[in-house]
Structures are given as structure tokens and as C-alpha cells.
T-cell receptor, first 109, second 111 residues
Framework: EDKVVQSPLSLVVHEGDTVTLNCSYE??????LLWYKQEKKAPTFLFML????IEKKSGRLSSILDKKELFSILNITATQTGDSAVYLC?????????FGPGTSLSVIP | DAGVTQSPTHLIKTRGQQVTLRCSPK?????VSWYQQALGQGPQFIFQ???????QRGNFPDRFSGHQFPNYSSELNVNALLLGDSALYLC??????????FGPGTRLTVT
């Protein structure tokens, strides 16, 4: 079954910590890997990754894809309370879109 | 520039009834996808519309149907509602890519 696995499922850290969120997927008809942040309702787009080994960066967030080992990581440095959210990983292929269950991150002061 | 909009924001229906949810895509986007998100889970892909046709479909029964209009807006219809259909329904739009932008969602409660 084509699926996306995220780990950990939940995480509690202190402000200023660095966190790494993991996403692994199955290779079937891979097109892209996307990361989203979901706070209250609508997931907000963070990154889209299509090529292996090229890091994408936005402020304190960065992400990279390894197409050989079939995984991606999302790094957040110097975490802030505003980073508390569910982080969703999504794999797209040419015939379907599959989200992982998400990692719930809580950043405490 | 308005982002993706959805209506209504909340809806309460009774088992067996039918419901229609609406979505207007972000300006310049021509592709609309619908997702169902149960509490504590990731969004589940329902289907995607492009050029007024269903292009892809997830593992949902025929009770779930949709439509896309010439102005790219879209509707999701669910017939014969079940208690298990209670969820947040998300619409996402894109322009022929998977960099999707999500709307705020419609919270459907089936009693």
C-alpha cells in the first residue's frame, strides 16, 4: 500500500531548541514531496521538493529530500512558541496525493 | 489577492441527508483538489478537478462527487451522509503543479 510515514508523531521542546522531523515514503510514481504547517485549520505551504540533495531554506526552516533512501527531513532551528503546530508531509505521484499523519510539535517557553 | 475561500465554515447535517460544499480557488489557479481530514489525522485525498473534469480520485465511495465550473470554482457533494463523514473538508488550489494552497475548510458534523 502506498503510504507516507512521519516520525515522531508528537514532540515537545523548549524555545531555542532545534528539531528534526522525519518523513518516509514509498517510491511508487514519485513526483514531489511537500511539507505543510497546520495550526488551526488550513495547512500552509512550506516547501516542495523534487530533487535529491538540494536543501530548501526559509528563515529558520529548512528541508531536504533523499530520493535514494526515500525520505525527507524538516529542520527548525531556534524554535519559538509560534512554531507549535502539526507539520504534515505529503507525497504526490501522477495519480494520487498522500499525506502522512503529521507530527504535532509543541514549543514551550 | 484573495486566497482560497470555502463556504460554509460550519455545517450540521443529519444522517442520510445530502450536503454541498463550495470552494473558490486562488486567483490564477486552475486546479482544485478536495480533502477530508478527520480529527488527529492527515488530510485524505478525495479527488482533483482540472478543466471541469475529475482528473484523479482517492479511495472514496461514489457518494462523494464533485464539479468544477468554468470559472474554476468547485463543489463537493456528499450523498446519504454517514456519521463517519464528520470531518474537516479542505479545498486546495494550484496551477498545474502540486504547490497547493489550502482554504480554511468546512467543518461538517453529521448527527
Amino acid at each position: 500500500e502506498d503510504k507516507v510515514v512521519q516520525s515522531p508523531l508528537s514532540l515537545v521542546v523548549h524555545e531555542g531548541d532545534t528539531v528534526t522531523l522525519n518523513c518516509s515514503y514509498e517510491v511508487t510514481n514519485f513526483r514531489s514531496l511537500l511539507w505543510y504547517k497546520q495550526e488551526k485549520k488550513a495547512p500552509t505551504f512550506l516547501f516542495m521538493l523534487t530533487s535529491s540533495g538540494i536543501e530548501k531554506k526559509s528563515g529558520r526552516l529548512s528541508s531536504i529530500l533523499d530520493k535514494k533512501e526515500l525520505f525527507s527531513i524538516l529542520n527548525i532551528t531556534a524554535t519559538q512558541t509560534g512554531d507549535s503546530a502539526v507539520y504534515l508531509c505529503c507525497k504526490t505521484s501522477y495519480d494520487k496525493v498522500i499525506f502522512g499523519p503529521g507530527t504535532s510539535l509543541s514549543v514551550i517557553p | 489577492d484573495a486566497g482560497v475561500t470555502q463556504s460554509p465554515t460550519h455545517l450540521i447535517k443529519t444522517r442520510g441527508q445530502q450536503v454541498t460544499l463550495r470552494c473558490s480557488p486562488k486567483s490564477g489557479h486552475d486546479t482544485v483538489s478536495w480533502y477530508q481530514q478527520a480529527l488527529g489525522q492527515g488530510p485524505q485525498f478525495i479527488f482533483q478537478y482540472y478543466e471541469e473534469e475529475e482528473r484523479q480520485r482517492g479511495n472514496f465511495p461514489d457518494r462523494f462527487s464533485g464539479h468544477q465550473f468554468p470559472n474554476y470554482s468547485s463543489e463537493l457533494n456528499v450523498n446519504a451522509l454517514l456519521l463517519g463523514d464528520s470531518a474537516l473538508y479542505l479545498c486546495a488550489s494550484s496551477r498545474q503543479s502540486y504547490e497547493q494552497y489550502f482554504g480554511p475548510g468546512t467543518r461538517l458534523t453529521v448527527t
